[in-house]
């Protein structure tokens, strides 16, 4: 999916609910830029919160009783303070310039330093929290664009009556599913296969990385006693999945629906299935030993699948896999249509022949893979006869399958869910859901039939096999022996991938790859597009996880934002309105009038005063104006005349200091 194809903007995930789902998704970039926008907006909030501490806390201490000595100086710093880190330094000067003049010195200072010191945690920590509350995880909504099927035209007309059309829409179809079913695979391996995705990149694409299944080795079989002869069945269960937590078909819980798919699986004999033994093929001159397990609708033969001698001795590959489908009450969907004893009225079936031309170096007891016959090398296909190898039993072995399929309204006590059935069997049951819900579980029944287990077979044949990961390469296809549940592993192994082309062909509907496909030119001309507004709003409603672009919460941007500006204008008009407040009921209180000449510039009047400097303030502004003394022109003379001419120096004497920056004695 290319990236190019993610919705930027405001917009709701749904499995979050309207409020906390409200979502603002940008690229990584200039995500980056707004999560440091923010740290920094938050200590810019850090320090006017400490404005608003320093002004509680000095007016708690102020008194009318004169105090001085480091009180005042405290006093000072509490109103000069622009930060607390700030704040803290100063306080921790006074500390070690008074320890001479003062006793306990540090311990006297020591609840103000505390007090700024949990301010800087508290906000660097708020500082660093701030994009957490912000993020909205890296869930992202695919934006509208291409958007449809391919079609198999093969299943709508003979090949004979083939157009060039008809041709270039079978060649977009089949080129994109192998690499669909490349992609999947790739997927399944990663994320299913050995638990491992965790440390997969492959496996960050959709809103879950895994979906977890029940699994029971103990199942009974799914088919009649006949077919059950060599063990006992397995039954893997999806649970019930919902289209939009599990799925990512991004709609209020109102309008989802929930999927569950439960597969059977059991190891098929073919003693009794095989005819009367190898038997010549008057159109190929080939002896074939055939297998019937009910009509073949594919080649139009009374028998499912056949082994060639001849073919036989000309393939290099280690396994040959092979599959035969039968959808229930959709036979002109089917490729074959199953023996009584196969037969299920509430599911469909399907069977996976395994070819197997490898050799093994150890004996493998398992059904579907058994190899206990020790031949020579030479017999096995070897030069030499050295070693022994064991190779396959039986020509060909069939693994069984059943699966049925479930769509639920809701998992409340009042929803209305579809029979365990095969996919066709679905379509009658959605009377009692809503528009929106049978939309979307039309759109899951199509997504489906894409994603089958043969479409995966057709495409990649025998590489959907974990036993291939055992072979020796290319050295005479031999491989090393097989665990005794090797089948087991096998039927979940292709379960978990046709999960994973459930999920793939979910997304690629909303956002279909371009595919060169040769002379037929790009794929996407040959999409089958949807025709009404409903399907159409389907297309841009479909979640994915994305690296590249970042989703913020509007809640947590609303909630750092309007609590930092609130906590901004409190700072900024806290002391005016208090004043304001005071001085309309009355005098204002000496607390605040110290709390407007203790500040900085307030504290230069002294020095205006004695200069006889003109002050247009009326006594109570935090900024004293000197009038005349900043003019264009003279400015700087008349400055400098009259602080030569006056008897009280601008700047107190310096032996009354001492040199240090912060006065012991003074006052």
Known sequence: MPETAIYTGYWVNWSKGQTLGATITLPARQGDFLIAFLALFVGWVGSHFWGILCFAIYQARSSPNGQYGLFRRQQLVLRNGVTSSNSMLQLLRLS??????TRRSLIRNMDLILVALAHILAFGAAGVLSSRVTRAGDEVLIRRGHCGWYQNPILLKPLDNFTRTDWDKANAFYVTNQLRERERLRYSRACYYGQSFSESLTCGTYVRSHLDSRVNTSASCPFRPEICTLGTGMEIDTGYLDSSADLGINAPTKDRVWYRMVTKWTPIPTRNFNGTGWVSDN?????LVRYYYGEDLVYKTNWTFGYSNYSSTRTRDAYFLDRRHSFHSAESMSSFIPIPALNRTDADV????????????????????????NVSNKAAGFATDRGSPYISNELVSILGTTEQHQLCSSLGPNRACTPLTGIYGLNPNFSKFNDNQRITAGHIMSVLLAANLGSAVTA????NLIASNYLWGNIGRLSTGLPGNQWTIEALNFHNITLAGIRRSIVEHSSPQAIDVGQSGNSLNFLRRPDTTAAINLCSSQKVRSAAYTSFSVVGLSIVLGVGSIIIVINLSLASKVFAIQKAFGKPSLKMLDWTRDQLLHLQRPLFESSETELQDGGNSAVPIAVGLDR????????HASSESTSV???????????TAVPANFI
């Open 460 to 463: 990649l044949g025998s590489a």
């Open 96 to 101: 070690f310039y008074w320890k001479s003049a």
């Open 350 to 373: 399907a069977l996976l022949a395994l070819y197997n031309y490898a050799p093994y170096t150890q004996p493998v007891e398992n059904p579907w893979f058994l190899a206990t016959t």
């Open 649 to 659: 120096p601008l700047e107190p004497p310096r032996e009354r200091y001492g040199y």
């Open 632 to 639: 264009k022109s003279g400015s700087s003379e008349q400055s």
């Open 283 to 287: 159109r190929s001159l080939d002896k």
